[in-house]
């Protein structure tokens, strides 16, 4: 990789032309792609994320999103890479970030910095739920789409995709009519405004740099219910009692916002059973019929 990296990426049409590499390094960061720490003898950093040649229109949707969210983030509480570029090289295509030294700090400007990009994005929003061209949740789908009906968009453009990928594997979408005309009825109780959501909020997309700062990566952006981030927090685990606190002390959640984690979770669950199967089957038809009986 370093010798392709220095041939391609670092030569004369590159988007670091005329570099020299020091190390390359493997780094951990994401189940999809390689990821890789590049030393160049000047001194600079680079974050590198590697797939295959087909995955340039993947890596490009992840720079629209970053670049989305960046116009609403607080600098001084979050911080949001800013690409450098990608570049399609003979053998892979590459997504070039600056490097980001990320600790196990305290939560709190995190959650802060995330609460106010959502009620930033709330106040400047389209009027309407989605996003304008089709995207990726992970290696799953994100279909292009809006709507001015959050409950109706969640189901048609979010759940119904992933339900029907799911029909594979032993779902039948038959036996769940009824429960997305209730869910539907029973998300649109709470009439959110639309925001800008990362969309893929969980513990291995967010960081924290020495000074405190929050940073967020990896997004699957859309115009949302800003709950939908939320409650992906709380699917795997890893975010602080000072995360929820910050968030609450920008921009408090409503009361009830903890009756539909399951219900927005559903969706994450169903793209990793699609994607990886496995116990993720039984968690989403234990799900499905936890959720049927609790909005019956």
């Known amino acids: 990789m370093q010798e392709l990296f220095q041939q391609e990426l670092l030569g004369p049409s590159g988007l670091l032309q005329d570099s020299l590499i020091e190390d390359i390094e493997a780094v951990g960061g994401g189940s999809i792609d390689q990821c890789w720490r590049l030393k160049l003898i000047d001194g600079r950093q680079f974050f590198a994320k590697t797939g295959t040649k087909t995955a340039l229109p993947r890596l490009q949707c992840e720079v629209k999103a970053l670049q989305a969210l960046k116009r609403f983030a607080d600098q001084t509480l979050l911080l949001i890479p800013e690409p450098i570029g990608i570049q399609e090289l003979s ?114 997309n967010v960081g924290v740099l020495n000074n ?51 219900a927005y979770n559903l969706y994450h669950l169903l793209n990793h059973a699609n994607l990886f199967g496995g116990s993720y089957k039984i968690q989403c038809i234990s799900m499905l019929r936890e959720l049927n009986r609790l909005i019956k």
């Open 91 to 204: 053998q892979a295509s590459v997504l070039l970030l600056p490097w980001l030294d990320l600790g196990i700090g305290n939560q709190k400007k995190l959650g802060q910095g995330l609460a106010l990009l959502h009620k930033t994005s709330a106040a400047k929003n389209l009027g309407t739920f989605g996003w304008g061209s089709d995207g990726y949740i992970g290696l799953g789908s994100q279909p292009e789409g809006w709507g001015n009906n959050w409950g109706e968009y969640f189901i048609k453009f979010r759940l119904l995709p992933q339900l029907k990928v799911a029909t594979k594997w032993g779902i039948d979408l038959s036996d769940w009519t009824n429960f997305l005309g209730s869910l539907t009825s029973f998300i649109n109780t709470h009439e959110p405004s639309p925001c800008l959501v990362h969309g893929d909020l969980w513990s291995g």
């Open 212 to 262: 405190g700062k929050g940073v967020l990566i990896d997004p699957a952006t859309f115009w949302g219910d800003r709950e939908v981030d939320i409650a992906m927090t709380r699917l795997f685990g890893g975010f602080s009692k000072d995360f929820y606190e910050g968030y609450q002390s920008v921009w408090p959640l409503e009361s009830d916002a903890m009756t539909r984690v399951d």
